[in-house]
Structure formats: C-alpha cells, structure tokens
C-alpha cells in the first residue's frame, strides 16, 4: 500500500504549533500509512498547482494572517478537484470571511463561540457505522481537552456529526452536546474535521498523547484520503 501524501500546513496558531505540528507529523508517519511534508509557509508551498497534484491530503493545523491570494486559490482549487482535507482544532478559528474555507470546515470558531476550562470529558459517538468510528467503544471516556461550543454554522452547508461531548455548566460550557467530530464533502475532497487537540497551556500536551485522539486523529485523515479505515 503506497503512503498517503500529505503536506501539513502550520506555522501561526494561537495554540503552541512547534509542538502539536511535529508530533502529528511523527503520528502520521510512524502508522506507515502517510508520507508527509510540513510546511510554515503555507502561501509559499501553495503556489505551485501541479505540485499540490502530488497530494492526497491536506492537514491544517494553522490559525494565522491570511495565505497569499494565489495559495488560496490553488488550495480551493485542489479541494475541490479531489485533494482531501483534515481540519484540526483551532484551524477552525481561521480566515474570517474567506467563504470558500468557511463551508469546507462548516462550523467555525466565530463571534459567540467559547469553551470552558481544559478538563476531562466523555465523547460519545453519534455515527458508530461511519468507518471513522466502526468499532470503536461508544464513549471515549475521560478526554483531555477544550470543548470548543457556539461555533457557527457557515453558510448552510451541509455537514454530518461522528461525535458530540456534554458541554457542562460546571466546567463553564452550555448545558448542552456539542459537535466533537465531522465530516462532509467540498466538491471531490472528503473533510474530517477534529474539533478536539488543544495544546499548550495547563493542558500541555496531554490531548495528543491520549489514545483515543490519536486513534480519530489516524482514522479520520485515512479516511478524507482514502474513503475506508484500516488503522486501529
């Protein structure tokens, strides 16, 4: 089985990204299912169509300024055309008002979104025969995390839940479930997006060591890639 080609594009977050970039990168490589090339300068890495050609994934693990008009529209392009993509965590906080991006992530961090303190939640699965989670337990239980609620729904595009956690009043959340966990397509290209990974803070980086993250955060970008989950 040949790896996956991925580029990771990373380089500004406003979580710690010179940690959770190179440890994706390491998860990603050490399955054997993924190739990847990580880049901080996502304009210059984009600027090239017909080297994004040689990708079956992009991972954005980035929350900065906005790339360059060309890389946007080269990234776009690509998606649509059939390059898959994993969305993770505060990636979703990204590119106020670049519409194209918005429905590619379908829920953003936007005005009235929050989360509450980093604690430990239980993350139950909505979709247990999507293949992303067939055969995992039903609840993921006691997840290290922020548990991001409010996020705004872009554009009315259409996207399927795999997972939701009970945003507690106590820990300064809604009373309410929350999407952890979608899915959904944009032309061509499938997209998972994780809205669980926080790092940095008191958390450090106890998210990325967890198993279960790590099995979604695997499943998840083989599936965008490929369709189907071979990885445990």
Known sequence: MEPIKTLL????????????APYCKDLLEESKRFEVDLTTDPSASLADMDKLND???FF?????????NVAKENFITAVRNGTNVCILHASNNAFDGWVEYEK????????????G????????VTDSDHPIMKGLPL???????ELYHGLSHMHHTD??????????????????????VLVKT????RVFHLILGHVGGGGGMDTFENRDFQSLLLRGCEWAATGDCTSN
């Open 9 to 20: 594009l990373t380089g500004e977050n406003n979580h710690d990204w010179k940690r959770s």
């Open 55 to 57: 990708y079956g994934l």
């Open 60 to 68: 954005v693990d980035y929350n900065g300024p906005q790339w360059a």
């Open 104 to 115: 590619i992530c379908a829920l953003m961090w936007r005005s009235g979104a929050g989360h």
């Open 117 to 124: 303190k980093y604690h430990k939640f239980d993350v139950e």
């Open 139 to 145: 609840v993921l239980k006691d997840h290290p995390d």
């Open 159 to 180: 996207y399927h839940v795999l997972a939701t956690a009970f945003s507690s009043i106590d820990s300064g959340g809604t009373g309410q479930s929350e999407p952890m």
């Open 186 to 189: 944009y032309g061509d290209g």
